[in-house]
């Protein structure tokens, strides 16, 4: 896969907007990326879930109402909230309006066929089999009513896939999110799905990052997502609770062998910022992120060094000085985007540490205390072959200190993080 070389970074409207983003607040958000985070890296702007749901108001789905569809058995945006795609435009003057911008765009869909194709039998472009003929009715997601699953042995399951595809290129998608496929331990993983529409991309002409939601995903099936995703979710929806961000710790770790140039392993979405603007999702409403400080920055640290994707949820363009200033650091996003080797080093009770080669012989270590009062964390450099006196810089803080000999320390706050560039004095 040529998409992907590096963790995919950008802004998926899901946790302010849930299901009810519209046409306009994709645009603001895409204006401000533009603006003030595309240099850094930030390129995908994704419309999250039920675009194609006219009357979609928070994260709560309204079960079996009418969607929008056309005459193929594939659902298309609501004009009512995406006025562009009026006419049969879809989503291509939204995408070229994104693309203009010098950014990226993509979409959230749903695995398998939509019900009410099933239901009235509709046609699917380039076969002869219709809706009805390739549903798996049994195969169905517990939380959303939208879709069917589709039976890969059927005859027309592929030209469905492809059909979708081949209209998400015309319109000009970058990016598709795909959900209820990956969640192995929750839900099931469709591999016949996943096969579907890794083929179906392969056939569309265009490159597209493939992200495969929910998870968590299982060990067991990481070489066949690592042949066929570029991105897919080590855990459920991550939200603003401490609790929610101490077990990536560990999924961080028992993944990290596979992160890779065209397959990452995803630890979900920064729910930082003003958040759950239309949205009731992880106990909250309007809010702003219910994190401390310090546990944001454990946050972005684990992410960067770990070196997951980076999809913001919050809305961008009422960013707290705060909460840009964990967007906007270069030398963290200079790490996160170059760095090797990227593992734990050692976990001892409260105390993680992550270390990775930087590109220029730098090493970086990320010292987390992960307890409930302040903690020293040392770290011996020669467990990452460091055998002088060294030169220590703080990424967060741009402090530098000379240390002279192999040992690092430093004092890291309850839930916090410390991020260091280390290089020989």
Known sequence: MTVAQTPPMGWNSWDCYGASVTEAEVRGNAEYMAQNLRDLGWEYVIVDIQWYEPGAYSSQYRPFVPLEMDEFSRLIPAANRFPSAAGGLGFRPLAEYVHSLGLKFGIHIMRGIPRQAVHHNTPISGTSATARDIAHPNSICPWNTDMYGVDASKEGAQAYYNSLFELYASWGVD?????????????????????????????CGREM??????????????????????????????????????????RCHEWSQHAGPGHWPDADMLPLGH???????????????????DEQRTLMTLWCIAKSPLMFGGELRDLDPFTLSLLTNREVLHMHRTSTGNRQLFRRGDQVVWTARGEAGETYLALFNTGMEPDIIQVNGTLMGLNASLTVSNLWTGA???????????????????LVKVLPA
């Open 175 to 203: 990016f598709v999110k795909v959900d209820d496929i990956a969640a192995s331990r929750l839900y099931g993983y469709h591999a016949p799905e996943v096969e579907l529409i890794r083929n179906a991309i392969d056939h």
């Open 209 to 250: 990052v493939l992200s495969l939601s929910p998870g968590p995903a299982a060990l067991h099936a990481a070489e066949h997502l690592k042949h066929h995703a570029s991105m897919w979710r080590m855990t459920d929806d991550l939200w603003d609770h401490w609790e929610h961000v101490q077990v990536m710790f560990d």
């Open 275 to 293: 958040i759950g603007i239309r949205s009731v999702d992880g106990g909250g409403a309007d809010r702003m992120c219910r994190l401390s400080e």
């Open 400 to 418: 530098q200190v000379t240390e002279h000999s192999n040992q690092i320390s430093a004092e890291v706050p309850a839930h916090g993080a410390v």
